[in-house]
């Protein structure tokens, strides 16, 4: 089947992503026959919350998000005819944090619905944030603060269970961003566990409340995963309990638009509710 639409893209106003701009991505999506295409930039991070990353750039800046939302609406306007954009944000949920990402997702109401919520940042046992995503480096640093690989992919799954468990108020998003991303340095440093239960009572929670999953395609192309986000066997199983799939490349480089589409198992993708509802 034809893949409708790339759900899950990042922008110029990334600072870890490219400098490709919205509309180098708008006429990328375009270019693949996509009839959507949907921005997620990072939303900035709470303030007093200190990025852990050493380049601190995790976030796009407090300052461009009217920017950002400004220059989507132009494009809407400008490519009517060609492709449906929305934008929303990737939301990251940082334990500690929920009162000021549930402040930030009242600020800005409907955007909310074309957003993504994800886990990024943990808590460390000395009370320490860490970023799981930043590098490979990083990743056995904080398996060492944490005690071991286990304990890291123990938090995470704890830690989704939490944001699961959020009241986000009003305008809660829907969608569930790469629910296994712990999994982009497994090849290095490799849970003893599979963490199945967890992840098959995670879906329950999810399918219970109405969530959706990002079916993420950012892991095949990183190369100590191969995997997409979540794995075929938990979409697959997902798919099978009728969890809407809602495609996501995870672009932070216009190229990138729609990749890995043809990589995922045998399931449908969804439009997401946010935009089957208006249809
Ligand atoms: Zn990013
Ligand atoms: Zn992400």
Same mark, same amino acid.
């Given at each position: 089947?034809?893949?409708?639409?790339?759900?899950?893209?990042?922008?110029?106003?990334?600072?870890?992503?490219?400098?490709?701009?919205?509309?180098?991505?708008?006429?990328?999506?375009?270019?693949?026959?996509?009839?959507?295409?949907?921005?997620?930039?990072?939303?900035?991070?709470?303030?007093?919350?200190?990025?852990?990353?050493?380049?601190?750039?995790?976030?796009?800046?407090?300052?461009?998000?009217?920017?950002?939302?400004?220059?989507?609406?132009?494009?809407?306007?400008?490519?009517?005819?060609?492709?449906?954009?929305?934008?929303?944000?990737? %939301?990251?949920? !940082? @334990?500690? $944090?929920? &009162?000021?990402? #549930? =402040?930030?997702?009242?600020?800005?109401? /409907?955007?909310?619905?074309?957003?993504?919520?994800?886990?990024?940042?943990?808590?460390?046992?000395?009370?320490?944030?860490?970023?799981?995503?930043?590098?490979?480096?990083?990743?056995?640093?904080?398996?060492?603060?944490?005690?071991?690989?286990?304990?890291?992919?123990?938090?995470?799954?704890?830690?989704?269970?939490?944001?699961?468990?959020?009241?986000?108020?009003?305008?809660?998003?829907?969608?569930?961003?790469? %629910?296994?991303? !712990? @999994?982009? $340095?497994? &090849?290095?440093? #490799? =849970?003893?566990?599979?963490?199945?239960? /967890?992840?098959?009572?995670?879906?329950?929670?999810?399918?219970?409340?109405?969530?959706?999953?990002?079916?993420?395609?950012?892991?095949?192309?990183?190369?100590?995963?191969?995997?997409?986000?979540?794995?075929?066997?938990?979409?697959?199983?997902?798919?099978?309990?009728?969890?809407?799939?809602?495609?996501?490349?995870?672009?932070?480089?216009?190229?990138?638009?729609?990749?890995?589409?043809?990589?995922?198992?045998?399931?449908?993708?969804?439009?997401?509710?946010?935009?089957?509802?208006?249809?």
């Amino acid at each position: 089947m034809q893949l409708q639409g790339d759900f899950h893209v990042h922008t110029n106003f990334c600072p870890h992503g490219a400098s490709d701009n919205m509309e180098a991505y708008v006429q990328a999506a375009i270019k693949q026959g996509l009839e959507y295409i949907t921005f997620t930039e990072h939303a900035p991070l709470p303030k007093g919350f200190i990025d852990p990353t050493p380049e601190q750039d995790s976030a796009m800046s407090w300052e461009d998000v009217e920017v950002y939302l400004h220059e989507a609406t132009r494009l809407k306007e400008k490519y009517e005819d060609l492709i449906t954009i929305n934008a929303g944000f990737e %939301l990251d949920y !940082i @334990e500690g $944090f929920e &009162k000021e990402l #549930t =402040a930030f997702i009242d600020s800005i109401g /409907e955007t909310a619905y074309y957003s993504i919520l994800s886990i990024h940042m943990l808590k460390a046992p000395n009370g320490e944030y860490v970023c799981i995503d930043y590098s490979a480096d990083e990743f056995k640093r904080i398996t060492e603060l944490f005690g071991s690989v286990d304990a890291v992919y123990q938090t995470y799954y704890l830690t989704m269970e939490k944001l699961l468990n959020t009241d986000f108020g009003n305008y809660r998003p829907d969608r569930i961003g790469h %629910l296994t991303l !712990i @999994e982009k $340095f497994s &090849k290095l440093y #490799t =849970a003893k566990q599979a963490y199945t239960t /967890e992840i098959i009572n995670l879906l329950e929670t999810i399918q219970a409340k109405g969530f959706e999953l990002d079916a993420n395609t950012a892991g095949f192309f990183k190369p100590y995963c191969g995997t997409c986000y979540p794995n075929a066997t938990i979409l697959q199983k997902a798919y099978q309990m009728n969890i809407p799939l809602v495609f996501g490349s995870d672009s932070h480089q216009a190229k990138d638009i729609a990749r890995g589409s043809e990589l995922l198992p045998d399931i449908e993708t969804s439009l997401p509710r946010s935009i089957r509802q208006l249809i």
